[in-house]
């Protein structure tokens, strides 16, 4: 680099030309010559719009036009006579001197820097994006460079947009050819002009074979609406949607979800229409099939229903462990006497319609042993449970309940989605069934009160029989009166028998008439049960020689509160019925128990009898009911017995059961409570 004084350029120098710099009379005539030279030169650089800058072959600025200290925010002092690498930045300024040497060399007009991003530096230090020509010129024979220097910040600001929006189409162009949908743009005159590889799949034509043809007629549109219609929307709105079906070069018609947008020119002119086309043929074959399928399951369920609300009985579908209301029939409106609503709990229903349920004895049923409810918890069938329905205006409806669990899994597709509730597989479904028997009961009380009326008709006479047969008996074996032969004592005695039998019969349907009628009473007092038994089987085992009777019992005295007269009719019963059915004859073991921890009596009659076929064992306590066995085997009785049997020890507090096998034979246990008061009574103190 040449030295600063050499040049004569110093800022001193510079700072004194005219209008730019001044001459010096003592300068020797080379150097007024230069100076003047530049001087000349000064105006002419205000001219051009770019900042210009003469430098001299050592790369100090000896002259920059206002343009110049403008771009680099310099007075025009900062920058004569200093080195012309002030105006880059620091980093860059070795290599700077580097290519200044090389472009000195052979000095020509180029545009410097070629391929690379010059950088200017101005005062402020900020840095921008410049371009950079020279030119060499020679001032007074001496070589010196003018360089032109533009600020391309605008420019390169401009490129960088252009890229961006150039990548982003191109990003766009590969988005557009991968979309499954089919993309094609119009001209105005309907010409297809872009056709995308969604098109290409869906149609089937290739860019090349598509391009160029009018696409309503290439495709073969079929519009929702009139064509001019649709003309007519883009024209007015800009855009237009809607289906169309199209045929595509295989012939296959395809329905499509068309967007249509409407282009225009800088002059408002219609342009190009924009149309994205998405194949929804297969989304409207599988709506079109629900659908249908939709409307056959409406059809059967409406079918169902009909048939429902025809049924006499009330019926609920039930779901889940709320047990909420899947359907239900028109006689469930009836029998609960309010209307039922879908998805509402049927315990929630009962109680808001103010409604209630009841045991046959008048006791309120607790709502987790509604029938539902236990067929719903256990997945088993709960059958013929007996409950009296009281409605809200008081009205009762005795009932017959069941309650069958379904095979939900199998069931539950087959209705409608909004018909199940809840997470539907995992819940059970459960086939609720309330008769009415309303009549039925009318019918039973009737019958009821005619039995009634009858044995207590036929009791007396009956009893009177009995009795007199008795007396004729006892007073010929007295020998008073007239003596009865053989023949006459037999019939007499045979009579004595029937009528007795007679009478244990009308009695037991007098009892039973009684019970249903709700006018049984029971009259307790403290009895012995020990004593009781004991007494009952002595009496039992002098009908029999063939069986022998065994009592077991661990206590001398056990106290109940208790009608003793019908504990010996339980007592009797069982008893007889061991005897009975045990024809062969055998061992029949009673056993009495006193379970100190619940206050209970429990006895226990054993036979090695006929057995109680299985069939039968459930319905065992109702009335008329007999054991298939012993009918054929043709042993007479009316299936009472046991009837009464449960219902008097369940009116004590106890609970009757039994275990049975056929040909085996049979044990039935029961219990009476034997309360607290009679307990210290039995063990002698007072009550
Ligand atoms: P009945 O004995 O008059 O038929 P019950 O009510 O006492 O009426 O008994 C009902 C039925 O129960 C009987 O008919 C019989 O089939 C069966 N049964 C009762 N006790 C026994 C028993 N100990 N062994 C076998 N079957 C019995």
Redesign the pocket.
């Known amino acids: 680099m040449m030295d600063r004084h050499d040049t004569g350029h110093s800022p001193e120098n510079q700072r004194a030309l005219p209008g730019k710099m001044p001459i010096q009379p003592d300068s020797d005539s080379l150097m007024i010559s230069f100076l003047l030279t530049l001087n000349i030169l000064a105006p002419f650089l205000e001219y051009p719009p770019d900042a210009l800058i003469v430098i001299d072959s050592a790369g100090t600025i000896i002259l920059v036009n206002t343009q110049m200290e403008t771009l680099f925010g310099y007075d025009h002092d900062e920058l004569i006579g200093r080195p012309v690498d002030l105006l880059l930045p620091e980093h860059l300024r070795t290599a700077h001197v580097a290519h200044w040497t090389h472009y000195m060399q052979a000095p020509r007009a180029r545009p410097m820097g070629i391929g690379l991003d010059l950088v200017g530096q101005r005062k402020d230090g900020s840095r921008f994006f410049v371009e950079i020509s020279l030119r060499p010129i020679r001032i007074e024979h001496t070589l010196h460079v003018i360089g032109a220097i533009r600020d391309m910040t605008a420019q390169r600001e401009a490129e960088r947009e252009r890229m961006l929006i150039s990548r982003r189409l191109r990003q766009q162009d590969k988005l557009l050819s991968m979309s499954h949908d089919a993309i094609l743009v119009r001209d105005s005159a309907d010409h297809i002009v872009s056709w995308n590889e969604g098109a290409e799949h869906l149609y089937g034509w290739t860019e090349e074979e598509a391009v160029g043809n009018i696409t309503h007629t290439l495709l073969q549109a079929r519009f929702p609406i009139s064509r001019e219609a649709v003309d007519y929307t883009l024209e007015q709105h800009g855009q237009w949607e809607g289906e169309l079906t199209h045929t595509c070069q295989d012939g296959r018609q395809v329905i499509v979800e068309s967007r249509q947008a409407l282009v225009r020119d800088e002059q408002g002119f219609p342009a190009a229409i924009l149309e994205i086309n998405r194949d929804v043929t297969e989304r409207r074959r599988l709506e079109r099939l629900e659908r249908e399928a939709r409307a056959e399951i409406d059809a059967r369920l409406h079918v169902l229903q009909v048939i429902l609300d025809h049924l006499p009985s009330s019926v609920f579908l039930v779901q889940g462990p709320q047990l909420r209301i899947l359907l239900a029939n028109q006689a469930a409106t009836e029998i609960w006497g309010a209307p039922w609503s879908r998805g509402q709990p049927e315990e929630e229903f009962i109680q808001q319609h103010g409604a209630s349920l009841y045991t046959p004895t008048g006791q309120p049923l607790p709502l987790e042993d509604m029938t539902g409810r236990r067929a719903m918890d256990s997945g088993k069938p709960v059958l013929n449970c007996q409950l009296v329905i009281r409605q809200s205006d008081g009205a009762s409806i005795p009932v017959i309940v069941d309650a069958i669990p379904l095979e939900h899994r199998s069931l539950l597709p087959s209705l409608p989605q909004e018909m199940t509730l809840g997470p539907a597989s995992a819940e059970r479904v459960v086939l609720v069934v309330y008769r009415n028997v309303r009549a039925l009961k009318e019918a039973e009380e009737l019958k009821d009160q005619f039995i009634s009326l009858a044995t207590h008709e036929l009791r007396t006479p009956v009893t009177i029989i009995a009795g007199y047969a008795d007396r004729l008996l006892s007073r010929a074996a007295q020998e008073k009166g007239h003596a009865l032969d053989e023949w006459q004592r037999e019939k007499v005695q045979q009579m004595k028998h029937a009528s007795w039998h007679l009478a244990n019969l009308t009695g037991e349907l007098l009892d039973v008439t009684r019970m249903q009628a709700g006018q049984f009473q029971l009259e307790r007092r403290p009895t012995d049960l020990v004593a009781l038994t004991r007494q009952e089987i002595e009496r039992l085992q002098a009908t029999t020689d063939k069986h022998q009777l065994a009592f077991h019992t661990t206590v001398a005295q056990l106290w109940a509160l208790v009608d003793a007269f019908r504990i010996e009719q339980i007592l009797s ?1 069982l008893l007889s ?2 005897i ?3 024809p062969g004859g055998g061992l029949i073991e009673v056993t009495l128990e006193e379970h100190k921890d619940t206050h209970e009596a429990h006895f226990r009659i054993r ?1 090695q ?4 076929p299985h069939a ?1 064992q459930a319905h ?1 306590f109702g009335r008329f ?3 298939e ?2 009918r054929i085997a043709g042993i007479r ?7 009464l049997c449960r219902e008097l020890i369940e009116r004590h507090g106890g609970h009757i059961s039994f275990e ?1 096998e056929e040909g085996v034979g ?1 044990t ?1 246990f029961f219990s009476l409570p034997c309360t607290e008061a009679v307990y210290r009574n039995s063990s002698g103190k007072a009550l």
């Open positions: 019963n019925n061991a009975k059915y045990s036979d009898g006929m057995g109680i039968q065992l009911v007999r054991g066995n012993v009785g009316t299936g009472l017995g046991l009837y049975s049979s039935f």
